[in-house]
């Protein structure tokens, strides 16, 4: 079955420590992965995706295929890093954006 | 602010009942896209468009309806067949060539009275 798991509700860290929000998928194939967030009183958006290998505010995410995992890793958080992280995964060759989302990981930032 | 809005922000209805959430962009953004979103759950696409006159079914559309007759604007009818229509319900768009949901509405709270 396909499948995305977040396996932590909540991280809290402390500023300047180093993050990492855990994805693990379940998916017979090659699929597209993709980190969204949401700010407080802001709305969803996508962060970054994992074919454009990109650094979005310092966050960075590499596709495992071994392990089947799509980690979120920042190296200092910040404050304003604290939001809703959401891991999603596009199919291979899904046609209209069908994206299956996990459950979502609150971050936490202390000062 | 993305260019995605909706309406009304809450809404509340009786069981028996349709109701119809709006849904409207100014991105020019061909792909527009409904989530639904329970608690502790990740957002489920319920449908999506990829161009005017045209939609397709996600993965629980059963009890839910839409329409494409406009670029800008894509509602969602939640009918009367929709067994626990009670969610937040959330209205996306994206660019051409990106093919999954990009830029997010604020969201509708839709509950059953």
């Known amino acids: 079955a396909q499948r995305v798991t977040q396996p932590e509700k909540l991280l809290s860290v402390f500023k300047g420590a180093p993050v990492e929000l855990k994805c693990n998928y379940s998916y017979s194939g090659s699929p597209e992965l993709f980190w969204y967030v949401q700010y407080s009183r802001q709305r969803l958006q996508l962060l970054l995706r994992h074919i454009s290998r990109e650094s979005i505010k310092g966050f960075t995410a590499d596709l495992n295929k071994g392990e089947t995992s799509f980690h979120l890793k920042k190296p200092f958080a910040q404050e304003e890093d604290s939001a809703m992280y959401y891991c999603a995964l596009k199919p291979l060759g899904n046609q209209g954006g069908k994206l299956i989302f996990g459950q979502g990981t609150e971050l936490s930032v202390k000062p | 602010d993305g260019g995605i809005t909706q309406s009304p922000k809450y809404l509340f209805r009786k069981e028996g009942q349709n109701v119809t959430l709006s849904c409207e962009q100014n991105l020019n953004h061909d792909a527009m896209y409904w989530y639904r979103q329970d608690p502790g759950q990740g957002l489920r696409l319920i449908y999506y468009s990829q161009i005017v006159n045209d939609f397709q079914k996600g993965d629980i559309a059963e009890g839910y309806s839409v329409s494409r007759e406009k670029k800008e604007s894509f509602p969602l009818t939640v009918t009367s067949a929709q067994k626990n229509p009670t969610a937040f319900y959330l209205c996306?768009?994206?660019?051409?060539?990106?093919?999954?949901?990009?830029?997010f509405g604020p969201g509708t709270r839709l509950t059953v009275l």
């Open positions: 996306a768009s994206s660019p051409p060539g990106l093919e999954v949901a990009q830029y």
